[in-house]
C-alpha cells in the first residue's frame, strides 16, 4: 500500500494562484488544461458523455481507480465544501485534518468526510485502515501535501508538469526541508499537453 | 538560426545553490549528476578517454554542437575566469555582457570571449553574426537567462529537469513577467538520471 500525491505544476513549480484575478484565472486554466478534456474527467464530475481518450485520460483514471482513501487539509475542504457536486469527486472516504470537531459528512456516491482532530498522523493510519487493498492519496492542498513529504510519510508523487508558468502563487515545494528528502525518478511520459513525472521518495 | 538556452534544474525550480556550503555541495553534485558521466563531457574539458554514451550523452552533444557562438552574464564569466581549462569548453565566440572595457580573450581550442558594454541586444546581435547557420546560446547565469527571456529574445529553452530538490539557492524563473509568454510543450524524453524537456517560446 503506497501514500501517494499527485498534482499539476507550472514549469516555475507553482501548483495553485496566489489570487483569482483574470490573469491569474487564465494561468489556471492553462495549468489544467491537460485535464479537462479528457473523457474520465467528465464522468467523474457528470458532465456528461464525450471527452478525450488516450494517455492523459487513461493516467487520471488510473490516479483515482488506486485511491482507497484520501487525506485532505482544512483550506482544501473549505474551499471545496460548497463547490463540489453533491456527487463529490472522490467516491472513497476522505480523512480532514482539521481542529474542527464534526460529525462525519456522506455525499451521494460514496465519498464521506472524516473529520480527523488529532493530526497528519492519525489521519493517515485511518485512511491506511480504509483503503483496503488499494492505496492513500495526499489530495491537498499544497501546505498539507509539505507536511506530509517533511514528516515522511510520502512513498511517491506524481506531477503532471504542464508547459506554463505562473510567475506567483503557492509553490508545492516551498519552505520544504530538502536535506532530508532523496527521490529518483520513477517514470516520465509526454502527451502534447503534459508531461507526467513519477518519483520515489526516500528519507535521507 | 534559434536563440535558447539549456540549463539544469531541479524538480523544485533551482539552478544553483545560494551558497558553497556542504549541503550545497552535494545538491550541485544531485542536479549535474547526469552530466559528469558522459564521454562528451569528460572529451570536452580533456578528462580523457571513457564516459558513458547513450541519448544522455548524444542530447549534450548536440547541444553544443549546434551552438555556434554563446552570450554570458557578467557573473558567469567572473566565476568561470579562473575555474574554467586553458582550452576553455565552449569553443566559440563567447560574448559576455559586462560593463568592463577589455580587448578580446583568446583561449586555445577556438574560445574567443568578446567583452560587449551596450547591452543584451547589442550582444545577441553580435552573436547572432558570429554564429554563422548555428544557433546562438544564452549561456547563462540565470540572471542573463531570465533577462533575455523578459526582452522576448528566446526562441527555444531546453531544462534537463533533475530528481533532486533543492529548498534554496538561485531559481531559474525567479520574478519573470509570466503573463507575457507563452510556451509550447516541444519535446520531452527521459534517461534513468534526467527528464529533458524542450518548450518553444512565444510572446503573449
Redesign the interface.
Known sequence: MTVFFSVSMS???FIAPSSPDE?MGR?WRELQAWVFPLRFFRENLKFGEGGEEGRDNDIARATFERTGASVMGRRMFDAGEHAWPEDAPFHTPVFVVTHEKRDPWERAGGTTFHFVNDGIESALEQARAAAGPRDVRIAGGGETILRFLDAGLVDEFS?A?S??????GV???D?????R?A???A??E?S????H?T?TVRRR
Open positions: 514549469l516555475d513549480g490573469l494561468q506531477i508538469l508547459p506554463v508558468l505562473f510567475g506567483a509553490r508545492l515545494f519552505g520544504i526541508d530538502a536535506s528528502i527521490l529518483s525518478a517514470g516520465s509526454s502534447p499537453r503534459v508531461t513525472l518519483y
